[in-house]
């Protein structure tokens, strides 16, 4: 049997795919979106557009929750209080959903997040799963009370993100 010979104008090709291949990686990690810098800032301005988004959603039902809490607090104790309690648990559990999904996606984006704060996302994930999971399947409104102090502030979660902080605090009031 015969060997034949490889022409050496193919031997030339060998180096030069590595290092089209070589140069190419090197490429994607410069100028590519896994490793540049716009493609983090990118990442970090969808992030504080969905937390803004979802606050709008999770204040205007926070807002009906205090509402309801005032109506609780308004009630004579001797009266039967459940429905008022029933409404103000499915009120927050609302509120707690908005608060999860912020939660999560922060959770998704560490690079973006205050490296101050970052170590407080976890656990307010574990606390919003546990609130959550309490009030739907453990928390009984047939007793007609209700903490009044539960969530009494709603605080944007844009105080957790790297950037301009007024900007974005501004942009969450209106």
């Not at 090197?26 to 504080?48: E, H, I, M, N, V």
């Not at 739907?136 to 902080?165: C, H, I, P, R, V």
Request: a negative charge; aromatic letters at 10%.
């Amino acid at each position: 049997m015969a060997v034949k010979k490889t022409s050496p104008a193919l031997w030339i090709l060998v180096p030069l795919s590595l290092m089209l291949a070589l140069g190419s990686i090197w490429a994607t990690f410069q100028f590519g979106p896994t490793g540049s810098k716009a493609y983090l800032a990118k990442q970090c301005d969808s992030l504080r557009t969905f937390i803004l988004d979802e606050e709008i959603s999770g204040k205007a039902d926070w807002t009906i929750y205090k509402q309801q809490v005032g109506q609780y607090i308004d009630l004579d104790p001797a009266v039967n209080r459940t429905s008022i309690v029933e409404s103000i648990v499915t009120s927050v559990v609302k509120v707690l959903e908005h608060d999860l999904k912020i939660y999560e996606r922060m959770n998704k984006y560490p690079a973006c997040i205050l490296s101050t704060r970052k170590d407080e996302v976890p656990t307010l994930l574990d606390e919003t799963r546990t609130a959550i999971e309490y009030l739907k399947e453990g928390f009984s409104a047939e007793t007609g009370e209700w903490n009044t102090d539960f969530y009494a502030d709603y605080m944007s979660a844009s105080q957790f993100l790297k950037g301009n902080k007024e900007e974005v605090d501004a942009r969450a009031k209106s």
